[in-house]
């Protein structure tokens, strides 16, 4: 689907970027901090659940610091609970104590090398659609669902 | 030196769409880099920039790691950064929303560096909400009568979302008094603000203010 704006800039020249492999994509660490944020939705509003998703995986760099630096920001059960959904299996339900590095590596994958290309993000209290299209989310609302 | 990004893929049909990275753009990348080491020292882990800089994620990759999410209203101005990342081959998180409202609850307290570069013009009340609700390239300047519309709106979120060390960096212009943003600031949420750059470019007067919570104002 391509909209007068895109077409316009195939007209250009300039390409259609849903027509580009994707780069962004949302991550599962992107996602792990996206809550629905809809008109007096302000419980049980966390975490979105993905629907009809297509995945992409892609490396990235593996960087051990950061991910510990990471960790205390991560809602785990939720982390969890969607790789799962999305079929990885790799992770723990308790945040181990002891870091190692396989376990690094798994926690890695997860956070940063599943990408969800297109596909929605339900919120489990209200129902809200967030569309993602070209890797983006679309968390924008209406003016009657701002709070 | 921080590495200049690959813009190369960008085009002046694009930039009737999206902000054309300008003195403002620049201004704001001179002061982060005057900063890196400071960031480095508060080890710096979540990074937040409202508004869009199509380049800016690719200054800060190598510099040290951190997670850096994006946010912006214009769909176009988000499509502009995959391209931009795709370029330079790195992995962006970007997300198609209004200031910092989609990652309001889970980054409360959890946010090393909030950027700010708003639409800061003086224009009419009604050219903002038009601008805000088209979500064209006219969101990219339209900041009501004075300029503050839109970044009002964010400077009462900063306390919820800065972590103990964080800082916030602000873009102003003169005619949005500065003096008057930092006060409220500090009278309001606690914020210390200093004006760590500033600019003439064109008919334009540029400053760059950074805001850390008062009690830890010991760096600089
Ligand atoms: C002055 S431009 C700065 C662009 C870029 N950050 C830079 O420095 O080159 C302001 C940007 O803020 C975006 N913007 C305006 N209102 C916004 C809102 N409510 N939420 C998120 N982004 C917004 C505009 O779409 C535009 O990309
Ligand atoms: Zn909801």
Redesign the interface.
Not at chain 2, 90 to 98: A, K, R
């Given at each position: 689907m391509m909209d007068v704006?895109e077409e316009?800039?195939c007209l250009?020249g300039?390409?259609d970027?849903s027509l580009?492999?994707?780069?962004?994509m949302v991550?599962l660490?992107?996602h792990?901090?996206?809550?629905c944020?809809a008109k007096d939705c302000?419980a049980n509003?966390?975490p979105l659940q993905f629907k009809d998703v297509k995945l992409e995986f892609?490396e990235?760099?593996f960087?051990p610091?950061?991910l510990k630096?990471?960790m205390p920001?991560i809602?785990w059960k939720a982390l969890v609970d969607t790789a799962r959904e999305l079929g990885d299996t790799s992770l723990p339900l308790e945040q181990p104590e002891m870091l190692d590095d396989d376990f690094l590596k798994n926690l890695h994958h997860v956070l940063?090398e599943i990408h969800v290309e297109e596909g929605s993000m339900t919120c489990p209290n209200c129902n809200h659609v967030y569309p993602i299209s070209?890797?983006?989310?679309?968390?924008?609302?209406a003016?009657h669902e701002?709070g | 030196m921080i590495p200049t990004p690959d813009l190369s893929?960008l085009?002046s049909?694009?930039y009737d769409?999206v902000y054309e990275p300008a003195e403002d753009t620049f201004l704001l990348l001179d002061a982060l880099e005057e900063d890196a080491k400071n960031l480095r020292d508060i080890?710096a882990?979540?990074c937040l920039e409202v508004g869009i800089r199509l380049c800016l994620e690719l200054y800060w990759k190598n510099s040290w790691?951190?997670?850096y999410?994006c946010?912006d209203?214009n769909?176009?101005a988000?499509?502009?950064?995959?391209?931009t990342?795709?370029q330079n081959h790195?992995?962006?998180?970007?997300?198609?929303?209004?200031l910092v409202?989609?990652?309001?609850?889970?980054?409360a307290n959890?946010v090393d560096v909030l950027l700010f570069n708003p639409p800061y013009v003086p224009t009419s009340e009604e050219e903002v909400s038009d601008a805000q609700?088209s979500?064209e390239l006219g969101g990219s300047w339209a900041g009501g009568s004075d300029g503050m519309r839109i970044t009002n709106v964010l400077l009462g979120r900063v306390e919820g979302l800065l972590s103990p060390e964080g800082r916030f960096y602000l873009v102003a212009l003169k005619q949005n008094n500065v003096p008057q943003i930092v006060d409220t600031m500090r009278q309001k949420y606690g914020f210390l603000g200093e004006v760590v750059l500033q600019r003439r470019a064109g008919r334009e007067h540029l400053f760059i203010i950074r805001f850390v919570r008062e009690s830890k104002n010991s760096s600089s």
């Open positions: 704006e316009r800039l250009f300039i390409a970027c580009l492999p994707p780069t962004i991550r660490i992107t792990n901090l996206l809550a944020h302000n509003n966390f892609r990235a760099d960087n610091d950061f630096g990471f920001k809602e940063l070209n890797g983006i989310p679309n968390m924008l609302l003016e701002i | 893929h085009t049909q694009d769409q080890n882990c979540v790691p951190f997670l999410l946010t209203i769909p176009h988000c499509k502009c950064t995959v391209l990342g795709k790195i992995d962006l998180n970007v997300v198609n929303g209004s409202a989609p990652f309001g609850t889970r980054l959890n609700l979500r």
